[in-house]
């Protein structure tokens, strides 16, 4: 038999019964539906982790207070730690030529008064080159100033979220005043949006000249943590080896295990999340590919319903000469076909489940043509591995003893 011919009994064969067919391609459409949705929703997942990371800046190097010696050799936790101090980051700049920019700062929490509102946010007090360096853009007015730091500036830059709390929406908060920790600051820009990074939200916050909040706020010299900016991204394992030096020979420190700071590079962060998102999209697309082995089994029931139900039929092709060939490949393009459709019912099933999960639960989601190409290969291997028996039975017939079926 030509191809023709057995792609036109295939097709006759399955429109038959119309229902069962159809019921039978659900658990394939179901199986390859929630493989696309679940990996575009991983994939997703992951594009959004590496841009939030990415939107700190690039080609960075963050030192923060690690873990230090308590009494008896007990190590306490970064939070509780205070390690690094502004002279730390003035040595980085001046003995380190690959240290382009660094910026040190000091991060707390305050409650924030203006007029009559107030809210709780975080404070960042830092210098000049904390903008370039993290990639702030403003709004409206300017960022903190080499002579704010200088002349400890009672002045604020707020992100938009905090001078929508804070003045309401539509206002100018350029000039007006807020009040933290009872000393009054004069608000000289708003940032623009930004959104969540990898380190909270860039927009509920408020930036300080460091000096001004390690006098009037913190009472003391020390920073929350250093950011060190390179020329390119080449040089960040080198800028990390040259500042664990110096650091730990700053702070006296003989064996690296006991040091009191870590060193984070940016691409070492990128790199774990991006590990950690491929996991949880293999997962959950592991989990969402049971459904297509349940799927194939439902196919191979009905293809051995069917070879069943065709016995004489089957025994009349083979007396009038239809080789085991043919009826094997006519079982067998019946299964693929099945699976065919059902796989391509099923790309469109996970492209729209992608697409409603993007717009209804505002999360990114990315279809990537090798998700698609991966299914279309699944249903025809699944077609072909559980159509493989049924199809192989029925070539198997004796002739005499299939037309005596009843």
């Known amino acids: 038999m030509i191809f023709s011919d057995l792609l036109e009994e295939a097709f006759s064969a399955l429109t038959v019964n119309k229902v069962r067919s159809g019921l039978t391609i659900l658990g394939i459409v179901i199986g390859i539906g929630s493989v696309i949705a679940m990996v575009a929703i991983g994939q997703g997942a992951q594009d959004s982790i590496q841009d939030s990371i990415k939107s700190i800046g690039s080609n960075l190097i963050m030192v923060r ?12 936790g970064r939070g509780s730690a205070q390690t690094l101090t502004q ?36 404070t960042i007090g830092t210098v000049a080159l904390y903008s370039k360096i993290r990639n702030i853009e403003m709004e409206t007015g300017s960022f903190i100033s080499d002579q704010n730091v200088r002349s400890l500036s009672r002045v604020a830059v707020i992100g938009p979220t905090t001078a929508l709390d ?32 990898g380190f909270g939200s860039s927009d509920d916050i408020i930036y300080l000249p460091i000096s001004t909040a390690q006098r009037f706020l913190a009472n003391d010299d020390y920073v929350s943590m250093i950011s060190i900016q390179t020329e390119n991204q080449e040089e960040m394992t080198m800028l990390q080896e040259q500042i664990t030096e110096l650091l730990l020979r700053r702070h006296n420190i003989g064996d690296p295990t006991l040091a009191d700071f870590s060193v984070v590079n940016q691409a070492d962060i990128v790199e774990t999340a991006s590990s950690i998102a491929k996991t949880f999209t293999i997962l959950l697309a592991s989990i969402a590919g049971i459904s297509l082995i349940v ?19 089957i025994g009349l092709r083979k007396a ?11 079982f067998l393009m019946e299964s693929v076909i099945l699976t065919f459709f059902g796989g391509l019912i099923g790309i469109i099933l996970g492209a729209g489940i992608s697409f409603a999960v993007e717009k209804l639960a505002n999360i990114s989601t990315n279809i990537s043509l090798s998700s698609v190409f991966l299914a279309f290969c699944v249903s025809a291997v699944i077609g072909i591995v559980f159509g493989y028996y049924p199809a192989k039975r029925a070539a198997g017939f004796n002739p005499i003893e299939a037309l005596r079926y009843e």
């Open 295 to 313: 799927g194939g089994i439902g196919i191979m029931n009905m293809m051995l319903t069917t070879v069943t139900e065709r016995t004489r039929e």
């Open 87 to 122: 002279k730390d980051a003035d040595s980085i700049a001046k003995e380190i030529p690959l240290a382009q920019s660094v910026a040190p700062e000091i991060s707390r929490s305050y409650q924030v008064t203006a007029k009559s509102k107030n809210t709780n946010t975080r």
């Open 65 to 76: 207070p690690g873990f230090q010696r308590g009494s008896g050799g007990v190590r306490s």
């Open 320 to 330: 009038i000469g239809a080789q085991k060939r043919d009826i094997s490949t006519q």
């Open 166 to 197: 804070l003045f309401g929406e539509g206002s100018n908060p350029i000039g007006n005043k807020i009040r933290i920790n009872r000393i009054d600051f004069t608000i000289i820009g708003v940032t623009k949006a930004k959104g969540e990074s």
